[in-house]
């Protein structure tokens, strides 16, 4: 476990995914940066974010025994990988301690799954990562369900959720940070949790 240098303090990297910008704000696709809001909403004292050479917007702060850095890309999606190397690089943290938050097509709304490694199931914000870091670290998958046809993928992702959908995500979004703990710590009771509760 990494442990905060010079402190002894254990230290994870919490990495939601997403296209930097207003007018991405509220797509499927940036479902990640909207779970590291909520944690910072939830555990931050500020939210604050600081830019990070250009690659992230990051928020550190304390959580129970644990120190968490909170990071926003702002690569855009196809090149996360660039901004997890360097936040590794900096921050000294393996791939244990690296819990990136991400859409998944292959999930239906609004199914939760957590894995550790594994393929990137055809999402380039983890191609990326995978390439530059490596693919052991863990994934927590929100689903956001597929369009009909293969061809509306690119828009489906960047469009938005559907307002009937909104309330379950907003939920989701609370849910998560009420449940750190035990995605950190257990994340396989953390999964068996939406598992047994239909998310959340």
Same mark, same amino acid.
């Given at each position: 476990?990494?442990?905060?240098?010079?402190?002894?303090?254990?230290?994870?990297?919490?990495?939601?995914?997403?296209?930097?910008?207003?007018?991405?704000?509220? @797509?499927?696709?940036?479902?990640?940066?909207?779970?590291?809001?909520?944690?910072?909403?939830?555990?931050?004292?500020?939210?604050?974010?600081?830019?990070?050479?250009?690659?992230?917007?990051?928020?550190?702060?304390?959580?129970?025994?644990?120190?968490?850095?909170?990071?926003?890309?702002?690569?855009?999606?196809?090149?996360?990988?660039?901004?997890?190397?360097?936040?590794?690089?900096?921050?000294?943290?393996?791939?244990? @301690?690296?819990?990136?938050?991400?859409?998944?097509?292959?999930?239906?709304?609004?199914?939760?799954?957590?894995?550790?490694?594994?393929? @990137?199931?055809?999402?380039?914000?983890?191609?990326?990562?995978?390439?530059?870091?490596?693919?052991?670290?863990?994934?927590?998958?929100?689903?956001?369900?597929?369009?009909?046809?293969?061809?509306?993928?690119?828009?489906?992702?960047?469009? @938005?959720?559907?307002?009937?959908?909104?309330?379950?995500?907003?939920?989701?979004?609370?849910?998560?940070?009420?449940?750190?703990?035990?995605?950190?710590?257990?994340?396989?009771?953390?999964?068996?949790?939406?598992?047994?509760?239909?998310?959340?």
């Amino acid at each position: 476990m990494a442990r905060e240098s010079g402190t002894g303090v254990p230290f994870f990297a919490l990495v939601g995914l997403g296209n930097p910008g207003e007018v991405y704000l509220n @797509n499927r696709h940036n479902v990640g940066f909207g779970v590291i809001d909520a944690l910072a909403a939830e555990y931050a004292s500020t939210m604050r974010f600081r830019n990070m050479a250009s690659l992230a917007e990051v928020l550190i702060l304390d959580f129970e025994n644990s120190r968490l850095l909170l990071a926003k890309p702002t690569t855009f999606m196809n090149l996360s990988g660039r901004a997890v190397k360097f936040l590794a690089d900096f921050y000294k943290f393996p791939g244990d @301690n690296l819990y990136v938050f991400h859409d998944d097509l292959d999930l239906p709304f609004p199914r939760i799954k957590v894995k550790k490694g594994g393929g @990137n199931g055809g999402h380039n914000g983890l191609r990326s990562i995978d390439a530059t870091f490596g693919q052991n670290y863990w994934r927590v998958r929100i689903g956001i369900g597929r369009p009909a046809y293969k061809s509306m993928v690119s828009d489906y992702v960047l469009g @938005n959720f559907e307002v009937e959908q909104r309330a379950t995500l907003s939920e989701i979004l609370q849910s998560i940070p009420k449940n750190l703990s035990t995605l950190l710590r257990e994340p396989q009771k953390f999964q068996k949790f939406y598992e047994n509760t239909g998310a959340p």
